[in-house]
């Protein structure tokens, strides 16, 4: 199997720069997931590595070969389009074994790849059907039999649970998972959903018009985000951020009536008076800690196992608490929400994390 | 740079798609346009001509035949397209009752007529408006008329003839269009309405009409450059010997006139395109009228 | 239901069905006709007559019938067939490949749409007649190849063709014209197929053009040879009726068999 190789990949749309220069290392057999809110590039660049889309600029390899000219047919790729792209005029059989009629592969050996890849997919009752008698479902595993058949060096998936159905998805999840300890391929797998990011990826990529912010292990990228932005994109609900003013060895939060936290660990370097944002996950709120803010429920969500609350003071912003079961809250109470101050995330004003 | 080699292999892909169309485009149409353009400043007859400058538009305001062809056109458009609009609205409305009974007969009935050839039906029309014809007896029959209606004969009944007979040809046609647009309106506006209390002459006016605006505007526009180009009927169903427009080039039409130009007498080929450019010029003129109507309301 | 609301949907069904009767009376007038003598006709007669077999005899003495009717077929059946390739290929391309020229000739292309046939007649008279090719049946089809209606017809409705199957199929190795042909095509069938009865009935129906183009009996089509019996000195319209009917026939078949296609095609430039 093969890794790929980005080195400062652009794309121009005339003047308009939509990928402005990405490096990134596929490693083999390693799932890597790009992240990032709409119009960030992630499918223009899963494009581009496709052959979809020209290459402005940069170097693309896979396998350690440069493919920046080379047709989409030869790169070695499969992809799973985000509407399937099955054609409608052929039955399932026909659909998965064009691309190697394509290839110059023999009816006998299109007929034995093609079964193998139903085998694996639970395909083989619906060979003769055509794709508008399939359910969703099914013919999301089509398209990816389709890919398989090919045997690709590399799987591209675009988008694919995006049109199913909440229970669907999880179940495609999870068969994708399989599939990847199945066939050891390298995966590049494009999304707007993070759960499907972080339960999927060995690797996730966080793009942001036509950047990377960071790369890593789902983990780390929850745990140890470089910058505000990545803090705010990993993690649901969404991480809460508080501004603050740096003030005699300790933060005031000047929108929440200048209620005071003792300083983190990390903070010690900064400035008297210099201005940060603290970042707090709605679950650091759960095991408690020696800082606390007081604070007026203004709406609780209960949703059985977990319970939030969202919570404000004055104007300012809510902020979101998760609560364990929470059941003996109400809305309209004051509370007093604890947290520990060294689990706490610190970011300058540009959104830098403060280390 | 590496990806403009693909651009212009795309591009080239591009280019030979459209090629056929455009090159059949440029021989039989752009050629054709600029030619008469350029003819429509040139006099003389047969293929002898010369410059002529403003002379054949001088010769319009001069030529007692054109003005009476152009007059024929206008009257043909003025009158018959707001009728068959009109009705073609009502047709579409009154359809569009899904309680009303023998629905799909009725639809297949009215739309049916355009389906005919314009020589065919105009043969019909010929044969049925005969001065002891079908309609005459019935008419007569009725006690709707005291004594046979000279449709052919009489310049202003040769019009009416004229006139009924497009709306007979294309009121069903225009009616699908209406049909179709009224059947895509979302039911729950009328729910709503109905629920607003607002009674169902006013939901046609202030909820059906304004929705059907864009439709009305297109079936207006291609009406017109339908009429304006009138041939076939005033060549069959007023011909006589042979010689269409009549009686006395009451429904002589400026397409019609075009063509005696060329075709009838000896050939005037200057003359008629500059009249061609008159019909071009008013299918801009009203077309853009109409647009601006619209956009207007 | 108030008594006003009962009147007024007794008279909107009376409406109906009179319009309705007006519609297809012709139709049944000519179909009598066919059956009656010229006088019977001409005098208003409506009931069936027991001149059918004379009208045909008549008919098939005077015209050349299977003759007119196989210029006919192939007038309308070429031209529909050269219209489908050429119209389909230019709205694909003008739609799948975007660009800033071509753009801008669809725009220049919508705009001669209103140029009225009227304006391009004489030219194009003079212009076949100049190379010698009147009264062919090429002259008769080729201006009506490249429609530009057609073309936008068809590029309304590549809208609808998903570009992920493009995608997909570029993916899988075929190249532009081979995903027109393997892929567009057979997955456009329905475009195609109410394209094909607009198409067929435009140019069975043509009159004007053909009247010009051609100059010899051998050459005729129906609808010119209906025109021309009609309008003769004295027209004899028990055989007029019959030749009536043979040109509607197709038409009218046509349209019962595929009535809701006929009507998309119909629909087709609006959506």
Same mark, same amino acid.
């Given at each position: ?60 390899? +896979? ?10 047919? *030869? ?31 023999? @009816? ?39 890919? +398989? ?47 499907? @990011? ?13 950047? +990377? ?55 010690? *370097?900064?400035?008297?008076? @210099? ?45 979101? +608490? ?34 | 740079?590496?990806? &403009?080699?693909?651009?212009? $292999? ?48 001088? $010769? ?10 152009? &007059? ?44 005919? &050839? ?18 005459? /007896? ?7 008329? &005291? ?38 309106? /979302? ?13 169902? $002459? ?46 006395? /080039? ?48 | 239901?108030?008594?006003?609301? %009962? ?37 208003? =007669? ?51 490949? %975007? ?27 003079? !212009? ?41 199929? %570029? ?13 567009? !095509? ?14 067929? !009935? ?17 050459? =005729? ?51």
């Amino acid at each position: 199997m093969s890794g790929l190789k980005l080195t400062g990949l652009r794309k121009n749309y005339g003047a308009h720069q939509v990928i402005k220069g990405v490096d990134l290392v596929v490693e083999p057999k390693e799932f890597v997931v790009f992240v990032g809110p709409s119009g960030c590039g992630k499918s223009t660049l899963l494009r581009m590595i496709a052959g979809l889309e020209e290459i402005s600029g940069g170097d693309l390899t +896979i396998g350690g070969v440069r493919m920046n000219e080379v047709d989409a047919s *030869k790169r070695g790729i499969a992809m799973v389009f985000q509407s399937y792209a099955l054609y409608p005029h052929m039955t399932v059989r026909e659909n998965m074994g064009f691309a190697l009629k394509y290839a110059g592969e023999s @009816a006998a050996n299109i007929a034995r790849r093609v079964n193998e890849a139903a085998k694996i997919l639970e395909l083989h009752k619906l060979m003769d059907r055509k794709p508008r008698d399939l359910s969703g479902g099914q013919r999301q595993r089509v398209a990816i039999g389709r890919a +398989i058949v090919r045997h690709p060096e590399v799987f591209l998936f675009d988008e694919p649970l995006s049109n199913l159905d909440a229970e669907l998805r999880v179940q495609m999840r999870i068969e994708i998972a399989r599939l990847h300890k199945e066939l050891q391929t390298t995966i590049i797998y494009v999304t707007h959903d993070q759960v499907e @990011a972080m339960t999927l990826a060995d690797k996730i990529v966080v793009l942001r018009e036509g950047l +990377i912010e960071q790369t890593g292990a789902p983990l780390t990228l929850y745990d140890d985000p470089d910058n505000q932005f990545v803090a705010g994109f990993i993690g649901s609900p969404r991480m809460n951020f508080l501004p603050a003013v740096v003030k005699n060895g300790a933060l005031t939060l000047p929108e929440y009536d200048g209620q005071v936290i003792p300083m983190p660990p990390v903070a010690a *370097k900064l400035a008297e008076g @210099a201005e940060v944002t603290v970042g707090i996950r709605p679950e650091h709120f759960r095991t408690g800690g020696s800082a606390s803010l007081d604070l007026t429920i203004e709406l609780i969500e209960h949703l059985g196992g977990e319970s939030f609350a969202y919570a404000r003071q004055g104007k300012a912003n809510v902020i979101t +608490i998760a609560t364990g079961t929470g059941r003996n809250w109400a809305s309209g109470e004051r509370i007093q929400a604890t947290f520990d101050p060294a689990s706490v995330l610190l970011f300058t004003a540009q959104g830098a994390r403060v280390r | 740079m590496a990806g &403009s080699r693909a651009d212009l $292999r795309a591009n080239l892909t591009g280019w030979a798609f459209v090629a056929p169309a455009l090159t059949l485009l440029g021989l039989f149409m752009a050629y054709p346009i600029l030619w008469s353009l350029y003819m429509s400043f040139q006099t003389g007859k047969g293929m002898n001509f010369k410059f002529g400058g403003m002379s054949n538009i001088y $010769r319009l305001t001069q030529d007692p035949v054109f003005l009476r062809a152009l &007059s024929n056109t206008m009257v043909f458009l003025v009158v018959q397209v707001p009728i068959m609009i009109v009705l073609s609205l009502l047709f579409a409305a009154a359809l569009n009752n899904p309680k009303l009974r023998g629905r799909a007969i009725l639809r297949t009935a009215i739309f049916l007529p355009c389906v005919t &050839s314009l020589v065919a039906y105009s043969v019909l029309f010929k044969s049925m408006f005969a001065i002891d014809g079908v309609v005459n /007896d019935s008419l007569l029959f009725l006690h709707i008329i &005291s004594e046979p209606i000279r449709w052919m004969i009489d310049p202003f009944w040769a019009k009416v003839l004229i006139i009924m007979a497009i709306t007979w040809r294309w009121a069903g046609y225009n009616m699908v269009f209406y049909l179709a647009a009224m059947q895509n309106i /979302d039911p729950s506006i009328y729910e709503a309405a109905r629920i607003d209390g607002v009674p169902a $002459r006013a939901r046609f006016f202030k909820i059906t009409i304004p929705m059907l605006k864009p439709v009305i505007l297109f079936t207006t526009v291609l009406s017109t450059i339908g009429t304006l180009q009138l041939f076939d009927e005033v060549n069959t169903i007023t011909a006589s010997q042979g010689i269409g427009g009549g009686p006395a /080039d009451s429904t002589l039409t400026l397409s019609l006139y075009i063509y005696n130009l060329t075709f009838r007498f000896m050939p005037s080929f200057g003359y008629a395109a500059t009249v061609s450019w008159v019909i071009v010029i008013l299918v801009g003129i009203l077309s853009w009228v109409q647009f601006q109507v619209a956009k207007d309301r | 239901m108030s008594l006003f609301s %009962r009147l007024f949907s007794l008279l909107t069904q009376a409406m109906l069905w009179l319009a309705a009767f007006i519609s297809v009376f012709p139709f049944y007038w000519m179909i009598a006709g066919a059956t009656n003598t010229a006088n019977d006709i001409t005098g208003g =007669k409506f009931t069936l007559g027991t001149n059918l077999i004379p009208n045909i005899t008549k008919f098939f003495e005077l015209v050349d019938v299977p003759l007119v009717f196989f210029n006919s077929l192939v007038v309308a059946i070429g031209g529909t067939v050269l219209t489908l390739i050429v119209a389909s290929l230019a709205g694909y391309g003008f739609e799948m490949f %975007r660009s800033k020229t071509r753009d801008r000739i669809f725009g220049g292309l919508l705009l001669m749409l209103s140029v009225p046939f009227a304006a391009m007649m004489i030219p194009l008279f003079v !212009m076949f007649s100049g190379v010698g090719l009147m009264n062919t049946y090429f002259a008769i089809i080729a201006p009506g190849i490249a429609s530009i209606f057609m073309i936008f017809y068809f590029r309304q409705n590549t809208k609808a063709f998903p570009s992920e199957l493009r995608d997909a199929a %570029r993916m899988d190795g075929l190249q532009e014209w081979q995903i027109f042909l393997r892929i567009y !095509m057979p997955v456009m069938r329905s475009t195609y197929a109410a394209a094909m009865i607009i198409l067929f !009935m435009t140019n069975w129906n043509a009159y004007l053009w053909p009247l010009i183009v051609l100059q010899t009996n051998d050459m =005729k089509t129906i609808q010119l040879v209906v025109a021309s019996l009609a309008t003769a000195y004295t027209p004899d319209y028990g055989l007029i009726m019959v030749a009536n009917v043979l040109a509607t026939l197709p038409t009218i078949l046509v349209f019962f068999l595929l009535q809701r296609r006929f009507v998309e095609g119909m629909l087709g430039g609006v959506k």
